[in-house]
């Protein structure tokens, strides 16, 4: 069964930083593990992905505030989350894409940035 445990959302003050983990349990031979988001009345959209091999690709709009990073090993994503703007509230869902192809996501965390 896969599982996937996120945490780090909640609220913050704009200009503050939060950052995001999943742990995927239950899923192998995962290539991709990233991050997306879905504000209200919104489409969900990427917003950093990163690969077994480290490679990285960022939503335009998060480029030089955002970071993600990965531990292989523990099969868990981060995502640095600096400078935040009240555009980036949204629900972050974690996503996980496997070799053979399979897409898994997480249930979501909210994240408010507001004063």
């Known amino acids: 069964q896969v599982q996937f445990v996120e945490s780090g959302g909640g609220l913050v003050q704009p200009g503050g930083s939060l950052r995001l983990s999943c742990a995927a349990s239950?899923?192998?031979?995962?290539?991709?593990m990233g991050w997306y988001r879905q504000a209200p009345g919104k489409q969900r959209e990427l917003v950093a992905r990163i690969t077994s091999g480290g490679s990285t690709n960022y939503g335009d709009s998060v480029k030089g505030r955002f970071t993600i990073s990965r531990d292989n090993f523990k099969n868990t994503v981060y995502l640095q989350m600096n400078s935040l703007k009240p555009e980036d509230t949204a629900v972050y869902y974690c996503n996980a894409v496997t070799s053979p192809y399979a897409d898994y996501w997480g249930q979501g965390t909210q994240v408010t940035v507001s004063s």
């Open positions: 239950g899923v192998f031979s995962i290539d991709a």
